[in-house]
């Protein structure tokens, strides 16, 4: 009754909400913390097989029987280890840290040349908006150098504040000394490399508090840099005279001994990742990196290019337009089909609800801990049709009251009050359908959880509007107006009378036939349902659980066998890149590649990774899977590789779709069982890119002291500790370095540690001072080593993995059919093996297991909240048959529209469930009121379809339009939204005919049941 109050709540709603807006995490994709705790441990020169013994098993000892973990998983690599922990869920993170931070704190058998270890939370992706490459024709030292420059320029710009190096090495000084000359000095490395260590230091002696004042002691021998070395004297002769390092040693500023290379356009590169930090918009910061690399381009030398690697905001941007443009048109319908069936003041203050309920919602998200994302914006475009159902139910009501003559002041008190009780029922059911999404587990259910926290957000803020600022403008008339707007006002009046008059033109006596013969119109809809559950029964259906999230960027991973050399590696790289340019070319696009990403050993000596940058797929027709397709066409054979991977799908999706597990404690037997298992698979329609998680072995040498050796004194540790420092070589130094850690090594010339010769003729010296050759000493057994170990909960395993060409292949279908004719068949023939679907498989397990659980929770809890407010468990049973039809359609329409049903469409689906019911709620709520009110039965039935036809219809019509444009966009950006749209679009029009059909039959068949009882 006070507009005043109502506009000035209105107000308040819109003014925090944008003030809350400008404010608000802006990201492309939602960020979340990972609940695990990574440990990283270097040991510098070890084997994977010593890494796995010396480090991971101490670990996984110490930790294995903690009550917060759910799953380790660890990787021995040459020279690191590596521990993911999963904690169980609910486990607080910090707490967990605490407790395996002390429990690897304990072990105490790690052996001496190992790092500290490195144990930190999980903290998910992060915030990179954008890569720029530095590349040219210049040292690998002075690219660094130029990016610590432009490092230096991107952090003065306020806009950026964290930027962070990709492919550099730690740098190193090398100091090599031939054999020969160390046994002419009667030297060792390590005798050198103590001098370095304890001459080349700075060491703080004190103060002298004097009289005037203190002053600071200390001595100024550091050195950081190559060329500071050389003076530095190795030995000190009787006469006084000084042999300095530079007369016996090669003294080069480096890098870490590592193979990786990176290049961008086939030229040597480095890179700067620039990250947004929690206030920062994506496009605030790609705006200021590009107007930064404008600068610089100006004053570049020729020999130095600088490009964008990789650009997170175009996606940012480009997405957004698109769900902005989405949400728009299905603004724009939701209003005309409100402007059909109600008056027009009633309409727009109906309509108006949208836009206030959304921009009020800004102001709870951050509390939910959700931002503006892709994936938040789809839940805003979820509600748009969904949020003015209880202002439907109750402007709708108003209207009727009004039309019969009540005033409006009236019309509106008398309607909030008798559809309090719906709209509160209608937000309750709502929100409890979406609140299982919020616990999903794992990386995917952190994924997409922000789509429920944004839906329960505007429905809270939509309650408020729908029952107290909606009827004070309802109940106020205003003017009639004139003009245009008076003529267009008769019009609409017109045409609203006209769809009434249809309405019972058609419907009443529709509906008289359903109900009069309501066992036929019950077995039609039922036969309806049954042959829905066959379809999917048979199998034509086909489940995907993650949607497949294509980025502009392309990846050609490369897998070559064990010891292959980098150069071979390389040449194969950029074999694959210019097949790439070639792949481009087919496309008959100009201008679509950005450029080339080409790294070499980085992740493992084996291994290479190709890039190809293309730009957004607005700017584009092919898509990703489709260049991929192209791309492999391009590449033809290669004889000696292992296995190429393509991967063009970003965040959960972007991952292999077959992913099946075995653990055996025999490395032969796992190799065995992982080759017959990809040859099960390589059988399948649609299944490539298979790899069977183990490349070929790489040749060892182990080393057993013989009796001359012992004979002498020689030990396994004076073995092995001289064997370490004259191929790895003798750490002197380890300092910081500005940024950097900086190491000063000790080690034998190149030429002599890259062949067979040099160690069979590495001089071993003994305790006594004598020296051997290694052959002498030790004997030496060749053999092989995994360049690889991954473990599992305490145990070895391997991993094939494969791709599934989409509409060729399913991987469900395909999994399911290999467990069923070939998993039984490989187990038995190798005792002792175990199988397991892990990756996409286990996340989907884990999901639908606690899906189900949470919709069985979420389907009593509506009951309980139906069956209270009716006082009839009958007619609660009779509004939740709604949901399996609602269900049926949803299936249909995924079929029609061709789209196979996800994990999408699975939260779609339980959020269908809570909205279906309201309808028939409100349909039993005005039948029960007509039967009160001295109606029989049957005619009550009647007259509460017809009186509820507009609403019922209306609340379906509004979702269904809402979601349209959303349903039918063809952007391969946002198919991975549309199973959802579908099923909340075309199962609430099911529901529609359901309600308005089948549940005014049901009733009257209960009736029937109970009046011959």
Not at 222 to 227: E, L, M, Q, S
Not at 274 to 294: C, G, K, M, N
Not at 451 to 478: D, R, T
Request: aromatic share 6%; glycine share 8%.
């Amino acid at each position: 009754m006070n507009p005043v109050a109502a506009n000035l709540l209105m107000a308040a709603i819109v003014v925090i909400g944008l003030a809350v807006a400008s404010k608000i995490r802006q990201e492309v994709y939602p960020m979340f913390a990972v609940d695990e705790v990574n440990i990283k441990v270097s040991y510098r020169g070890a084997s994977p097989d010593e890494v796995e013994r010396s480090i991971l098993l101490p670990i996984e000892s110490e930790i294995r029987g903690m009550g917060i973990i759910h799953k380790i998983s660890a990787v021995a690599s040459e020279g690191n280890a590596s521990v993911r922990v999963e904690l169980v869920p609910g486990t607080d993170r910090n707490r967990g840290l605490q407790e395996i931070t002390a429990a690897v704190q304990r072990i105490s058998v790690f052996p001496d040349e190992t790092e500290p270890p490195v144990i930190s939370l999980g903290n998910g992706r992060r915030r990179e908006v954008m890569r720029i490459a530095i590349y040219g024709d210049l040292s690998i030292r002075g690219l660094i150098d130029f990016a610590r420059q432009l490092e230096e320029g991107l952090l003065a710009d306020p806009a950026i504040s964290l930027v962070d190096f990709a492919g550099v090495r730690d740098p190193e000084v090398h100091i090599e000394i031939p054999q020969r000359r160390l046994r002419s000095l009667g030297l060792t490395l390590e005798d050198v490399a103590k001098t370095i260590r304890t001459a080349a230091v700075d060491v703080p002696a004190g103060t002298i508090q004097t009289p005037g004042g203190d002053i600071l002691l200390k001595t100024t021998e550091r050195r950081d840099f190559a060329g500071e070395f050389a003076d530095l004297p190795v030995v000190n002769a009787a006469d006084g005279s000084k042999l300095l390092l530079s007369e016996i040693a090669e003294i080069s500023d480096t890098f870490e001994d590592s193979k990786s290379e990176a290049y961008f356009d086939g030229k040597r590169a480095v890179f700067l990742s620039v990250f947004s930090s929690e206030t920062q918009s994506p496009l605030d910061v790609a705006t200021a990196v590009r107007s930064f690399i404008e600068r610089e381009r100006r004053s570049l030398p020729e020999t130095i290019g600088l490009a964008l690697s990789r650009d997170r905001s175009q996606d940012y941007q480009e997405r957004l337009s698109l769900l902005v443009r989405n949400g728009t048109f299905g603004l724009i319908l939701v209003l005309l089909s409100l402007g059909f069936f109600l008056e027009l003041r009633v309409a727009f203050w109906t309509a108006i609800g949208i836009p206030i309920s959304i921009i009020g919602s800004l102001a709870i998200l951050p509390l939910l801990g959700s931002s503006i994302n892709m994936l938040s914006l789809f839940g805003f475009i979820i509600t748009l049709g969904i949020v003015v159902d209880d202002a439907v139910i109750v402007g709708e009501d108003i209207f009727h009251k009004i039309s019969l003559g009540m005033s409006r002041a009236e019309a509106a008190v008398a309607g909030v009050k008798e559809m309090f009780v719906p709209v509160m029922f209608a937000v309750s059911t709502n929100i409890i359908a979406f609140l299982p999404l919020l616990f999903v587990p794992g990386e995917s259910g952190r994924f997409f959880q922000v789509l429920p926290s944004v839906v329960i957000a505007v429905f809270s803020v939509s309650l408020i509007e729908c029952l107290f600022i909606l009827p004070a403008h309802l109940a106020h008339a205003g003017q009639n107006g004139s003009g245009w707007i008076a003529r267009f006002d008769r019009r609409q009046t017109q045409l609203r009378l006209r769809l009434d008059a249809a309405i019972t033109r058609f419907y009443s006596p529709l509906l008289r036939l359903a109900v009069e013969n309501r066992y036929v119109t019950t077995a039609i809809f039922t036969v309806g349902l049954a042959l829905v559950i066959v379809y999917l029964e048979s199998g034509r259906a086909n489940f995907t659980f993650r949607p497949n999230i294509e980025t502009d960027f392309i990846q050609a991973e490369i897998e070559m066998p064990s010891g292959t050399p980098v150069a071979r590696i390389r040449e194969v790289a950029f074999q694959i890149e210019a097949a790439a340019r070639r792949a481009v070319e087919k496309t008959g696009e100009k201008d679509i590649l950005l450029g080339v990403n080409t790294t070499v050993a980085e992740r493992n000596a084996n291994e290479g990774e190709v890039s190809a940058i293309l730009v957004v797929q607005s700017k584009r027709k092919v898509t990703g899977s489709e260049f991929a397709v192209l791309w492999r066409d391009e590449i033809g054979q290669i004889p000696d590789i292992d296995s190429l991977f393509f991967d063009y799908l970003f965040g959960p999706g972007g991952s292999a779709e077959i992913d099946i597990q075995l653990a055996h404690p025999d490395i032969e037997t796992l190799r065995a069982a992982a080759t017959e298992v990809a040859a099960a698979i390589d059988q399948f329609p649609g299944v490539e890119d298979i790899r069977k998680g183990f490349g070929r072995a790489m040749p060892q040498y182990n080393f057993e002291i013989k009796p001359a050796g012992r004979s002498l004194g020689i030990t396994a540790q004076e073995l092995g500790s001289q064997i370490r420092s004259a191929f790895y070589g003798a750490e002197a130094l380890r300092q910081p370095r500005g940024r950097d850690e900086l190491r000063v090594m000790v080690k034998l010339p190149e030429s002599e540690r890259k062949t067979i010769n040099g160690l069979e003729e590495l001089l071993i010296r003994a305790p006594n001072g004598g020296e051997i050759p290694l052959g002498q000493a030790a004997k030496i057994i060749p053999t092989t080593a995994p360049v690889r170990i991954e473990r599992v909960d305490g145990g070895r395993v391997v991993n094939v993995t494969a791709n599934v060409v989409p509409g060729v292949g399913n991987g469900n279908k395909i999994l399911a059919a290999f467990e069923q004719r070939d998993m039984a068949r490989i187990i038995a023939r190798h005792p002792g093996l175990h199988m397991s679907f892990e990756g996409e498989q286990r996340d989907q397990r884990e999901a639908l297991s606690d899906l189900s659980i949470g919709l069985i929770a979420s389907l009593f809890a509506i009951f309980a909240i139906i069956a209270a407010l009716l006082r009839s468990y009958v007619q609660s049973v009779i509004i939740l048959l709604t949901i399996p039809w609602s269900l049926a359609g949803a299936v249909l329409g995924h079929v029609a529209m061709g789209f196979d049903l996800s994990v999408f469409s699975i939260f779609g689906m339980i959020a269908l469930c809570g909205m279906v019911v309201n309808g028939a709620f409100v349909l039993a709520v005005t039948r029960n009121d007509l039967i009160r009110d001295g109606h029989p039965p049957a005619e009550a039935t009647i007259l509460a379809a017809h009186r509820r036809f507009r609403p019922i219809f209306l609340t379906a019509v509004t979702t269904s339009l809402g979601l349209g444009p959303m349903i039918f966009e063809t952007s391969v950006q946002a198919l991975f939204l549309v199973p959802m749209a579908i099923s909340l679009g075309v199962g609430t029009l099911a529901s529609a005919i359901v309600i308005l059909f089948l549940i005014p039959s049901l009733t009257q068949i209960v009736d029937d049941v109970q009046s011959r009882s």
